[in-house]
């Protein structure tokens, strides 16, 4: 045995004797957020279809995913970027929120919504409302206005402009021709929570507009990611569902550690359970983020 090969098992067993040996170690928030990992994989998986998530850290920017960069149908999800739209062109001085807008028989939308319900010619309100009632009820009346007063086409090039090449507004809402043909309104789980990132900290338009959309955003209604929530907690998003489909894709206002999260499936049979399954990816991801939270790098909470 040579020199320093016995130098190196001397130090190494004083090492152990004075127990001063120091190994390289991962964190323990590796361990804890390896297991969140797992959990949101086995619920993704446990689902009778395909089911794609997106999380991000909004505290640290740090993502999660699982089928991530699949291309889903969004349903009424894809009412997030034509507000985004509506709310750009209003910064740009194409018109303002508090324009007045009749809603005309032409108008008229079967499916979700109150304003199909309303007299054609008599009812009168704000752009800002019409844009409310898109999100909060997911009027599809209030959507094809929108889309009518924005363009579909401007719609689709802001999503360019931000590089979001896979989020497509391709039809108007209960299109059973455009469904024919298999033009769908679509995104990624990737590119829906990066667009809400982006809202949230304000890098797509300026502050005063993405706190807009949020606030609206956040107006309480039916919901798969508040489901299994504590009933304090502020949620930002916009759920979508057609035959096959269901998604929600929002924000969760965790103190010291919101987050993003966008969940979609698609090929399911069971609602019920495709519903349940968006509800406990996410109470996973609000126990985790929660943990980091309220604890510092050791684990120790308050």
Same mark, same amino acid.
């Given at each position: 045995?040579? +020199? ?12 152990? =004797? ?5 190994? @390289? ?7 804890? /957020? ?22 991000? #850290?909004?505290?640290?920017?740090? +993502?999660?995913?699982?089928? #991530? ?5 969004? @349903? ?8 985004? *739209?509506?709310?750009? =062109? ?37 752009? /800002? ?17 929108? !889309?009518? %007063?924005?363009?579909?086409? &401007? ?8 590089? %979001? ?11 059973? *021709?455009?469904? =024919?043909?298999? /033009? *769908? ?10 667009? !809400? ?10 502050? =005063? &507009?993405?706190? *807009?959309?949020? &606030? ?17 907690? &502020?949620? @930002? ?15 969760? $206002? ?16 069971? $609602? ?10 996410? /109470? ?19």
């Amino acid at each position: 045995m040579s +020199s320093h090969v016995r130098v190196f098992f001397a130090v190494l067993i004083f090492s152990f =004797q004075t127990g001063h040996i120091a190994w @390289a170690q991962a964190p323990t928030s590796d361990v804890l /957020r390896a297991k969140f990992e797992t959990e949101v994989q086995k619920l993704a998986d446990g689902l009778d279809g395909v089911v794609g998530v997106s999380f991000i #850290d909004l505290a640290t920017g740090e +993502s999660f995913g699982v089928n #991530d960069d699949l291309v889903f149908t969004q @349903a009424s999800a894809i009412k997030i970027p034509i507000l985004v *739209e509506l709310l750009k =062109q209003s910064g740009a001085g194409r018109f303002s929120l508090d324009d007045p807008m009749t809603i005309k028989a032409a108008d008229i939308t079967r499916g979700s919504g109150i304003l199909q319900q309303l007299t054609p010619g008599a009812v009168t309100m704000t752009i /800002r409302d019409v844009a409310t009632l898109m999100i909060v009820v997911s009027d599809n009346t209030a959507t094809n206005m929108m !889309i009518d %007063l924005v363009g579909m086409e &401007r719609v689709n090039a802001t999503m360019q402009e931000f590089k %979001l090449s896979s989020t497509r507004l391709q039809r108007k809402m209960m299109d059973t *021709e455009a469904w =024919q043909q298999d /033009r *769908e309104n679509l995104s990624t789980p990737n590119e829906a929570a990066w667009l !809400i990132a982006a809202l949230y900290h304000g890098d797509i338009l300026d502050r =005063q &507009r993405c706190d *807009e959309i949020l &606030r609206i955003l956040s107006i309480p209604k039916r919901s798969q990611i508040r489901a299994r929530l504590p009933d304090d907690i &502020r949620v @930002a998003h916009k759920t979508g569902s057609v035959g096959g489909v269901v998604v929600d894709n929002g924000i969760v $206002y965790i103190e010291n550690r919101p987050f993003v999260v966008a969940v979609m499936t698609n090929w399911v049979t069971d $609602y019920d359970a495709a519903a349940s399954t968006i509800a406990e990816i996410t /109470r996973v991801g609000y126990d985790y983020f929660s943990r980091l939270g309220s604890g510092n790098e050791y684990g120790h909470t308050l």
